[in-house]
């Protein structure tokens, strides 16, 4: 998402308007989750995608219009009729997405856009928060802003101040929410360092991990030695999918403070074989399933081979929250609730308020704001 926000203010800088698809809501089988976004330059190139075929074709085709008319839209979009393909069919769901004209010449859209980018660079939390005011026929009104999570807002926009309070207090923990209220439509998304699980092992556990990681905004990697277990049948788009030689060797990862590492193997000795290469890594998260009988085990074995002990009191073991789980799902919701909570943890520390210098920036949601 990061480079998404980079090329817009790429294009921006360089005088270039350009339309965003961004899907608001779907239901069903479809292959991007709400929140993808993809840009649309005016030769009709794009940047992104929101999961191919007929769906990304008719959003590239509207976006050209809008951006011919400067206009906004929402449109719905069914992926389940008769004149659906073959082909289509493995994406059969139906929902919504929002096509924006982002003008070029609109200083606000430069600042918002600069002031994501650079949250996200920060690894920082904030709320890019879009209004769309309804005038029936005659089309939609945009307004945008950024709102940070010491409360102050980047951009211009006419809205109260506690209904911003509220949007970005619940739902919009989550990727992205819209709500109706009156005349206007809200639409609040949560920007966030996504950070990547990588889980190891593709068995049934971890089939039912790697969607609902997905689903709550991580971008998620599943990697196997077995073709049988890691493969597209078990695990779809936009699920990363890895078949590797062996445990005993791993590919190389991009493993940083962002990522989670979900260790579940087919057995002890291969997880005790993946935990010893990752070890010793800058992960934010490393897990390891099952019993604390055998988290003593493997544990001993690392300090007799040399680990200190602060290195292994990094590791969650038993992985996950005490919910009792014990079937696959449970142990998902269990698992993934964990890694939520340990990102909470650590994006959640409010940074200190930057200086306006231009006048851009505002303090809002305050109890006397607008006083």
Request: net charge neutral.
């Amino acid at each position: 998402m990061e480079s998404l926000y980079k090329e817009m203010v790429k294009l921006l800088q360089n005088g270039e308007s350009f339309a965003v698809v961004t899907i608001i809501d779907n239901t069903g089988s479809v292959a991007r989750a709400t929140g993808a976004k993809i840009v649309v330059r005016a030769d009709g190139s794009i940047v992104g995608t929101i999961g191919g075929g007929r769906l990304e074709a008719d959003a590239i085709r509207l976006a050209l219009e809008m951006m011919t008319s400067k206009q906004t839209m929402m449109q719905n979009f069914d992926l389940t009729g008769k004149g659906v393909t073959a082909k289509e069919m493995i994406c059969s769901g139906k929902g919504k997405y929002l096509i924006e004209f982002i003008d070029a010449y609109d200083v606000n859209n430069r600042l918002v856009y600069e002031a994501a980018v650079e949250t996200l660079e920060r690894k920082e939390k904030a709320w890019l928060i879009t209004v769309l005011d309804i005038h029936g026929a005659s089309g939609l009104t945009r307004q945008q802003c950024l709102v940070r999570l010491n409360k102050t807002l980047i951009g211009k926009l006419n809205c109260d101040p506690y209904i911003l309070e509220k949007l970005i207090a619940g739902p919009a923990k989550i990727s992205i929410h819209s709500e109706a209220i009156d005349n206007q439509h809200f639409l609040v998304e949560s920007l966030r360092p996504a950070g990547t699980v990588y889980i190891f092992g593709a068995g049934h556990v971890s089939q039912r991990i790697a969607p609902l990681s997905e689903s709550v905004g991580f971008r998620t990697v599943v990697l196997d030695d077995s073709a049988d277990y890691a493969n597209r049948d078990r695990f779809l788009e936009p699920i990363g999918v890895r078949v590797i030689d062996s445990f005993r060797q791993l590919p190389g990862l991009e493993i940083d403070q962002d990522s989670y590492l979900v260790i579940l193997t087919r057995g002890h000795l291969f997880d005790k074989i993946v935990l010893e290469q990752v070890l010793r890594s800058n992960a934010g998260y490393i897990g390891i399933i099952g019993s604390r009988s055998k988290r003593d085990r493997v544990f001993k074995e690392l300090m007799d081979q040399g680990y200190r002990k602060e290195e292994i009191d990094r590791v969650y073991a038993p992985i996950g929250t005490n919910i009792g789980a014990e079937t696959p799902e449970e142990l998902a919701v269990s698992i993934v609730g964990e890694l939520i909570k340990v990102r909470s943890e650590r994006e959640n520390t409010v940074p200190k308020p930057r200086s306006s210098g231009s006048g851009t920036c505002c303090r809002i949601l305050d109890s006397d704001a607008g006083a």
